[in-house]
């Protein structure tokens, strides 16, 4: 062994491979940086052999190296191609299976080079001659070797095309890192069209000192430029068409990434270089103060009216970390709001326009219930006057009439009050109602009226039978289709009305069925339920009980349906909430 001079440049090539080995490793494998370190970890183990065979006097040495050069020259270009593959996000496709089969011609390389001395299958010779300073190995070349040489160039290529590509769609502030990276890998396909055109110099192997070159240039940028803080690719395919403005920014407060949409939302393309939040503030008004006060890395979210552009922003920053847990920058989203700001301005009008509706309605409804009634109740106590004092109007068909017109005035104006009063007041607490009993007392309040008609009434409603309810409105309902049931009896039929109560899952479902005139709900389903809606003639029907049961069963959370056929009767049924004791 001897001193060379020219060992020297491929030993800090040595080491400077595995300083960029071991600054890879820690990164991870996300974006390629174990594939890297384990290409300059192969670089390093195959230049630390060269520059102890360009230290050595004698050719069984020189020999030995040689051989020992292969521990790591057949592995560099595969895990070059790795990496390029993993950096440019085009490795979903490439299985394990995938990965093991680029290996298998390197380590048919390596065994064939380390066995060399049975078969010759790499070098046919070997033999030592003087370049003018030191003396070099000079070799025949077997078809192992062939192979290699010929397998990383194809291998190089293609990781120069991934890398090349990706410079015609990665964003302008990544162009450099990508083009740091391609500019590597060509020279290492460079180097290898030189060697084997013979026109390096002084008979030496120019890899190695191609790789201090390629490491160089990798350690530049993977510690400067940072190349492997971002995907490329991921960054063309999914950071650039989000439906959403995301800029990054690192530990200055500078601006580095942002996509298509924030430079389309704040203008940023007008600009001739990334700028920093000061000047993101001119864009959006009020967005470095709130910046400013963003420190964990739990978004915070609020929303900025941009006056510049009529704009409603809604913003979520956040502060993001590296791999040892050091602040690396702020994340900030933006997202224009602008419809649905607008959409909720008009909502907010339009209930408060609902609401005065609602306070006048419920002036109205004053109104009707106090003012009207006292008026009519005023003519109602004149006309009794003059029916008193004037015996004689009571024969006359004109006053009777104006009797009858004054008690259906007093008639209508209670019944639209009633409807008034359950459309502006506020809902009342629903509670728990016994079905049966709410029955029996609706029932107990109108025998009189069903004897007098000769209408039975009946029910089957057991005791433990219990709904979620307003016991004034359930009272009203009962009321409602009872005296419904015998006000449009039939005549001539043994009339009946019977209640019967079924369950299904959160509801019990009352039935009030009757044989009375029933209803023609081919003509008339529509309207049934409608106000002033009457479907017979009745001298007592107003058209207004059915409207008044089904807005106070709807009130109450329940619904309301019937089934009928002309001549033969009517079924209700009505959904009301169940209460479990």
Not at 81 to 107: C, E, G, H, M, Q
Not at 118 to 125: D, P, V
Not at 534 to 549: A, D, N, Q
Request: charged letters at 15%; hydrophobic letters at 45%; aromatic letters at 12%.
């Amino acid at each position: 062994m001897f001193f060379n001079l020219f060992a020297v440049p491929v030993f800090i090539a040595v080491l400077l491979g595995l300083l960029v080995t071991a600054k890879s490793y820690t990164l991870g494998n996300t974006r390629g940086e174990r594939y890297f370190g384990l290409s300059m970890a192969s670089t390093s183990v195959y230049g630390f052999f060269y520059s102890l065979e360009l230290s050595s006097a004698n050719l069984e040495l020189m020999t030995l190296f040689l051989k020992l050069q292969y521990l790591g020259a057949p592995f560099i270009i595969p895990f070059l191609l790795l990496f390029a593959i993993r950096y440019t996000n085009s490795d979903r496709p490439l299985s394990p299976l995938k990965i093991v089969s680029i290996f298998i011609i390197p380590l048919f390389v390596m065994a064939a080079v380390l066995t060399n001395s049975f078969h010759g299958l790499a070098y046919t010779s070997y033999a030592t001659v003087s370049n003018g300073f030191f003396d070099v190995l000079i070799t025949g070349k077997g078809p192992a070797y062939q192979l290699h040489v010929i397998y990383s160039l194809i291998l190089t290529l293609i990781a120069d095309i991934y890398i090349f590509m990706l410079l015609f769609t990665v964003h302008r502030y990544f162009f450099w890192r990508v083009f740091l990276v391609f500019t590597a890998i060509t020279l290492t396909w460079l180097v290898y069209i030189l060697h084997l055109l013979g026109i390096i110099p002084l008979g030496l192997d120019a890899v190695p000192f191609m790789f201090l070159i390629t490491g160089l240039l990798f350690y530049v940028g993977l510690v400067k430029a940072q190349f492997f803080n971002v995907i490329p690719a991921a960054h063309r395919q999914v950071f650039q068409n989000l439906n959403q403005g995301l800029l990054v920014l690192d530990n200055d407060d500078r601006l580095i990434s942002a996509n298509n949409y924030a430079e389309m939302l704040l203008g940023l393309r007008e600009l001739s270089a990334l700028p920093d939040i000061r000047l993101l503030d001119q864009k959006l008004p009020g967005l470095a103060a709130f910046y400013q006060d963003v420190t964990e890395s739990v978004p915070v979210n609020t929303d900025l009216f941009n006056s510049l552009t009529g704009q409603w922003i809604e913003i979520s920053i956040q502060s993001f970390k590296t791999s040892r847990n050091q602040t690396a920058g702020k994340v900030i989203t933006l997202r224009d709001i602008t419809s649905r700001r607008n959409t909720e301005i008009e909502r907010e009008q339009l209930l408060t326009l609902t609401q005065s509706q609602n306070e006048r309605l419920q002036q109205f409804a004053h109104i009707a219930s106090h003012n009207l009634r006292s008026h009519c109740t005023n003519i109602s106590a004149l006309i009794s006057f003059l029916e008193e004092d004037e015996t004689s109007l009571k024969d006359k068909e004109d006053f009777r009439y104006l009797k009858t017109a004054a008690y259906n005035l007093q008639d209508s104006i209670e019944h639209l009050s009633e409807v008034a009063r359950l459309h502006t007041s506020s809902p009342l607490p629903l509670q728990a109602v016994s079905l049966r009993l709410t029955a029996e007392r609706a029932i107990a309040g109108i025998i009189a009226i069903a004897r007098s008609s000769d209408v039975r009434i009946s029910h089957e409603i057991p005791a433990n039978y219990h709904i979620w309810a307003i016991p004034a409105y359930l009272d009203s309902i009962f009321l409602n289709l009872l005296t419904n049931g015998i006000r449009y009896r039939s005549p001539g039929n043994d009339s009946f009305i019977h209640i019967s109560c079924t369950e299904d899952n959160d509801w019990l479902i009352i039935h009030v069925k009757d044989n009375g005139l029933g209803i023609d709900l081919e003509r008339n389903k529509r309207k049934l339920f409608g106000m002033f809606n009457t479907f017979h003639e009745h001298p007592e029907s107003r058209g207004i009980g059915l409207f008044m049961s089904k807005a106070q069963i709807e009130a109450m959370g329940g619904k309301i349906d019937v089934e009928s056929t002309p001549g033969q009767g009517s079924v209700f049924h009505l959904w009301l909430r169940k209460h479990n004791k």
